[in-house]
């Protein structure tokens, strides 16, 4: 079998997966009593999953395709990764951990710093994407006048 062909089935099985626990996740209520906690505490945990088998094949395959097409590519793999691990260590520096006034959900110090840290970086991730919109329609422009 082709390689195509098993990721191509690979994401038709995770996708079936995930609409499945959508589809239970609003038929339990996702707000309606005890019995929506289950249901929540999967979807959250199938999140965890598939970022978790995205960084995977991003990693291993990544590595893998570099090595076989020029290893000099090692280096640059590590250059980002170790930006990522970088930014991920300067949100979490930032990240301080208070609690929400007029909350009424219980939380500890870890949870309110990783918390803090996750919102950090969400917000570099959207400055990141909207300056990589912009620059690249300048670049775009700048190329098309040429």
């Known amino acids: 079998m082709k390689l195509n062909k098993i990721f191509k089935w690979g994401m038709v099985v995770l996708i079936l997966i995930s609409v499945a626990l959508l589809v239970w996740g609003f038929m339990a209520g996702f707000n309606d009593g005890p019995e929506a906690l289950p249901a929540t505490n999967a979807l959250l945990a199938w999140a965890g999953i598939m970022i978790g088998v995205a960084l995977f ?3 291993c395959i990544g590595l893998i395709v570099s090595v076989m097409n020029d290893p000099k590519s090692l280096v640059k793999m590590g250059i ?3 930006g990522i691990v970088a ?3 300067i949100a979490f520096l930032l990240a301080k951990g208070n609690p929400v006034p007029g909350a009424t959900l219980n939380a500890s110090a870890g949870e309110l710093k990783l918390t803090d840290t996750i919102l950090i970086l969400t917000a570099i991730a959207g400055v990141g994407a909207i300056a990589a919109i912009i620059v690249g329609e300048i670049r775009l422009a700048i190329a098309n006048k040429k």
Request: a neutral charge; aromatic letters at 12%; proline letters at 0%.
């Open 80 to 82: 980002v990764l170790v």
């Open 87 to 89: 930014v991920c260590l």
């Open 57 to 59: 094949c991003w990693i």
